[in-house]
């Protein structure tokens, strides 16, 4: 593995920023809730935040787009056995709710299912100038800082990987995240 995480910067044009954020508007807007399937649960201490679920089959121009640099980033960093995201969340963080999510990773340990949840991509859709806070860190790395603030800027990682967002302090942050699976882990 060459890196542990990587960032496009402005990856996406502002006019693809739009078109998503446009799109969002077709879907229900949810709290966000932590954990998997049965164990779904709110917890506004632990995350704050509302989503939509895109559909991905819907939504492949989206799916495809992203899916450029995610190949591109396997090839030359990561190496692991992957498909495709087959869910798409658009997330807000706003500032009037102290919108967070602390310390977690996006896999599921004790998942039943053939598949496992082997990237994570995070999109940039907000300008950095329209909020404070809602800093992305690592847990134990190097943090992309600035490096991914640009709005259309992607970052890439491996998803078992701790990852918070710090809470948002003024204004609204708004991002795409989607999980790219592949066979279990072996």
Same mark, same amino acid.
């Given at each position: 593995?060459? &890196?542990?995480?990587?960032?496009?910067?402005?990856? @996406?044009?502002?006019?693809?920023? $739009? #078109?998503? @954020?446009?799109?969002?508007?077709?879907?229900?807007? #949810? $709290? +966000?809730? =932590?954990? *998997?399937? #049965?164990?779904?649960?709110?917890?506004?201490?632990?995350?704050?935040?509302?989503?939509?679920? *895109?559909?991905?089959?819907? !939504?492949?121009?989206?799916? +495809?787009?992203?899916?450029?640099?995610?190949?591109?980033?396997?090839?030359? &960093?990561?190496?692991?056995?992957?498909?495709?995201?087959?869910? =798409?969340? *658009?997330?807000?963080?706003? #500032?009037?709710?102290?919108?967070?999510?602390?310390?977690?990773?996006?896999?599921? =340990?004790?998942?039943?299912?053939?598949?496992?949840?082997?990237?994570?991509?995070?999109?940039? @859709?907000?300008?950095? +100038?329209?909020?404070?806070?809602?800093?992305?860190?690592?847990?134990?790395?190097?943090?992309?800082?600035?490096? *991914?603030?640009?709005?259309?800027? =992607?970052?890439?990682?491996?998803?078992?990987?701790?990852?918070?967002?710090?809470?948002?302090?003024?204004?609204?942050?708004?991002?795409?995240?989607?999980?790219? !699976?592949?066979? &279990?882990?072996?």
């Amino acid at each position: 593995m060459q &890196n542990i995480w990587e960032v496009w910067s402005g990856a @996406l044009s502002g006019a693809e920023c $739009d #078109a998503i @954020l446009a799109r969002a508007e077709h879907y229900a807007e #949810a $709290d +966000a809730t =932590i954990g *998997f399937s #049965a164990s779904l649960r709110s917890d506004l201490s632990y995350r704050t935040s509302t989503i939509r679920w *895109f559909d991905a089959v819907r !939504e492949k121009d989206i799916v +495809a787009r992203i899916m450029e640099f995610v190949r591109s980033s396997n090839r030359t &960093n990561f190496g692991v056995d992957i498909d495709a995201p087959y869910e =798409i969340q *658009f997330t807000e963080y706003r #500032a009037t709710n102290k919108g967070h999510y602390d310390w977690h990773q996006d896999v599921w =340990i004790e998942s039943p299912r053939p598949y496992a949840r082997k990237l994570s991509v995070v999109v940039q @859709l907000s300008d950095p +100038a329209d909020y404070k806070g809602g800093e992305f860190e690592f847990f134990g790395l190097q943090h992309p800082g600035e490096q *991914f603030t640009g709005r259309g800027s =992607i970052l890439i990682f491996p998803s078992f990987l701790q990852h918070r967002v710090l809470p948002v302090t003024d204004g609204l942050r708004r991002s795409l995240v989607t999980w790219v !699976e592949g066979p &279990n882990w072996r």
